[in-house]
């Protein structure tokens, strides 16, 4: 599905407090593709992501899902948006504490009319053997993974990532980002991660910068490199 976004304008606080976080955002990423919104902290990349997601709303700007502008959507609408083609992947994992992974990621099977077999998602996801484990028993990297279990089990069309790697470790933090890479060549997906790692740019479509509220550069990688082979 692709995602079109024209003159995005978002504040927080006002008068003297006022901060304008994103000024006049415009870019496209296209129907199964990988985009990297990549920028320093502060520069509003998360922010946009929440506005791409329906979970903040913009001050002023489009946003097309496919053929439809979110603006136009009433809550029951934009609920069903979120529910039936969005995918959300947090930093913090967000998983609930007292279920089990596998009723964490059908948590997320629940919301879909036609979700992915939730045995063969674990097996995919590697967490076959950590099934019956709650989160509290479980490295960062596996969390993670059940987050993404979570997000993916519905089929969504669109999968938002929020600094998916920035609490684990290196070695983990490539084989989450190659499950993620692993994700978009199976499903289909498309893809829209933030992130502050340059490097990661390399494994990405499209490459959008961000920085102080502002595009700064928004290119298409013709030289994908496959996640196994980032170094940074």
Request: aromatic share 4%; charged share 30%; hydrophobic share 35%.
């Amino acid at each position: 599905m692709q995602l079109k976004l024209e003159n995005i304008h978002k504040s927080f606080g006002s008068g003297e407090n006022k901060n304008e976080v994103l000024k006049g955002i415009s870019c496209t990423v296209e129907s199964g593709s990988i985009c990297v919104l990549l920028g320093p902290s502060g520069s509003g990349k998360s922010t946009l992501l929440n506005i791409i997601g329906g979970i903040e709303t913009a001050d002023e700007g489009t946003i097309y899902i496919g053929d439809e502008k979110l603006e136009d959507m009433n809550e029951k609408k934009l609920s069903l948006y979120r529910r039936k083609h969005l995918g959300y992947v947090f930093q913090a994992y967000n998983l609930v504490p007292d279920l089990t992974v596998k009723e964490n990621i059908e948590v997320g099977a629940y919301l879909s009319d036609d979700p992915m077999n939730l045995d063969e998602m674990l097996n995919m996801l590697g967490l076959w053997e950590h099934r019956n484990k709650m989160p509290n028993q479980l490295s960062g990297g596996q969390q993670q993974r059940t987050s993404i279990g979570r997000a993916i089990i519905k089929r969504p069309e669109i999968l938002l990532c929020d600094e998916p790697t920035g609490a684990l470790d290196y070695k983990t933090s490539k084989d989450i980002l190659t499950l993620i890479e692993d994700v978009n060549r199976k499903c289909g997906n498309t893809i829209v991660m933030v992130t502050h790692n340059d490097a990661l740019k390399n494994m990405a479509d499209r490459v959008i910068k961000l920085r102080d509220g502002a595009v700064r550069s928004d290119k298409k990688n013709e030289t994908k490199i496959p996640v196994q082979e980032l170094e940074w």
